[in-house]
């Protein structure tokens, strides 16, 4: 039996089932992109597939609307691609197990994909329903978004004569987006030699408990997984205590905040190595997430080690490197301006991978941070191996048709049901929009989405009341483009 059987709409959540089953991380997009190109030529569109993995659709507009202009709605196929402890799940050929628990629907132990698979549903639903009223429509899907907006950077938009962009990646239904940060992936290796040791080894671990979308959330101070063990190590060293380093690694995406690292290290002291806990328990005493310690005898081992000097860099590259929040606008201060996330480390034979999301609405602090990172990792010694999906911001524009459309139609016919009033909002998070306005200026713009909890994380929640209301209202919206 279906797990989403009898939600509304039906078609929504019939293409949300079949996308589940079709492995679509960043990164693997194949599958999906073909998933979608076939079933918009079995619906009889015109449709392109490019090199990206991207898909066009062209939809002719409904009778009586020939006079109105083109409508774009976009949105990613691909997803972020994290899981609980425990979880055996292979993004890369594993179907998500999907459950309904009363009015959310989400994955086992996994992210669901409702960021920004809501989107393609959508979009899909629209396209096989040939009754609905509308304009003529461009229904982009886009990929790689979450790891650095590649697909809409590799968009040719020579066929696209939208006048107004809907972008479909939002998740707060009353939140309407009107203008989003820039950003860039921020990779550095740092190159280890090592000697082999013997002695004996514990596996150090962290984990936090909520994590998140590292531009959503960044602003909550929510402890960094990488960074609470970089710091537990860091005290091993200032306490005296000498050990070897194996290995470090952490975090699964530079754009989530991460839940989970671990180390390996040697030592001959016998140490309570979670007598830890209470400083950070301290420090973590006012945020909505705490680490939490845990450390596994392994027994007298045999490794190749860290050299002392390459561990001395990591160690201190570690203690100095900047994270999170960094500045706030300074009109609207709740809202952060410029932050980084210290998203992945990874631990290789010959070298550490570093992996940060650099963000800000703000280009020079956006370049002066990338800066910084470069200055600090080639002072470790390291290498700075790429600076890549670096995205424009959105600006904020006074006057929207679009907008005041929007807003209206919501409030009109959508906030009595809901109990909530449309607000317009700037978010401290990266959307295709700013890219997608520099290949055709002038596009009036707003984001928007129904209601999804915990995005980038294990606890992703779709809201299924939500969703039926959100793809009411597009198409609501759509209804009234007549001109």
């Known amino acids: 039996m279906s797990v989403t059987e009898g939600l509304r709409p039906a078609a929504f959540f019939e293409y949300f089932e079949a996308i589940a089953k079709i492995p679509h991380g960043s990164g ?33 507009c409904s009778p009586g609307y020939e006079n109105a202009p083109t409508v774009m709605l976009q949105g990613h196929m691909d997803m972020v691609c994290e899981k609980g402890p425990g979880s055996t799940h292979d993004f890369t050929k594993d ?41 003529a429509l461009e229904c982009v899907f886009t990929t790689d978004e979450e790891t650095g907006m590649f697909g809409a950077d590799g968009l040719d938009c020579s066929d696209l004569h939208a006048k107004y962009l809907i972008n479909l990646d939002n998740e707060i239904e009353d939140s ?10 921020f990779e550095a290796d740092v190159p280890v030699t090592r000697k082999k040791v013997t002695k004996p080894a514990y596996k150090l671990s962290v984990m936090t408990e909520k ?3 590292s531009g959503m959330f960044i602003h909550k101070n929510r402890p960094n997984a990488n960074l609470v063990l970089a710091r537990w190590l860091g005290y091993l060293n200032n306490e005296g205590v000498p ?54 005898a392994l027994g007298v081992q045999t490794m190749d080690a860290v050299s002392a000097d390459d561990k001395f860099n990591l160690l201190n590259a570690f203690c100095t490197l900047p994270n999170g929040a960094q500045a706030y606008m300074e009109d609207m201060p709740e809202l952060v301006r410029t932050s980084l996330n210290f998203g992945i480390l990874k631990t290789l034979p010959d070298k550490v991978l570093c992996r940060s999301s650099v963000r800000s609405s703000d280009a020079g602090e956006k370049d002066a941070l990338l800066g910084k990172l470069k200055a600090l990792y080639e002072a ?3 290498t700075v191996t790429s600076v890549s999906g670096n995205y424009p911001g959105w600006a904020y524009v006074k006057d929207s048709r679009l907008r005041t459309l929007m807003m209206d139609t919501y409030n009109r016919y959508y906030a009595p049901e809901s109990g909530r009033t449309a607000k317009a909002e700037a978010i401290h998070a990266g959307l295709e929009c700013g890219i997608l306005l520099s290949k055709m200026p002038g596009l ?36 009234e483009m007549k001109n």
């Open 176 to 185: 309407f987006v009107v203008a989003c940060a820039g950003g860039a992936r």
């Open 28 to 60: 693997n997009t194949d599958a999906i992109s073909e998933y979608v190109y076939n079933e918009a030529v079995r619906l009889g569109y015109e449709a392109r597939r490019d090199a990206h993995n991207n898909v066009v659709v062209h939809a002719p």
């Open 444 to 479: 009036d713009i707003v984001s928007i989405g129904p209601d999804m909890m915990d995005i980038h994380t294990p606890k992703e929640r779709l809201d299924v009341e939500s969703t039926d209301r959100f793809c009411r209202f597009v198409l609501q919206v759509l209804r």
């Open 95 to 135: 179907p998500l197990r999907l459950s309904l628990d009363g009015k959310y629907l989400h994955a086992d132990n996994t992210t669901l994909g409702g960021d920004d698979g809501a989107a393609v549903c959508l979009m899909l639903m629209i396209l096989q329903d040939k009754s609905l009223p509308h304009p």
């Open 211 to 213: 994590g998140g979308h």
């Open 380 to 382: 470790i010694p390291g």
């Open 243 to 296: 050990f070897d380093l194996i290995s470090i690694d952490g975090g699964m995406m530079d754009n989530a905040i991460p839940m989970a690292s671990s180390a390996v290290i040697m030592t001959e002291l016998e140490i309570d190595f979670l007598l830890f806990q209470e400083i950070f328990d301290e420090a973590f005493k006012d945020c909505d997430d705490h680490p939490h310690l845990s450390a596994e």
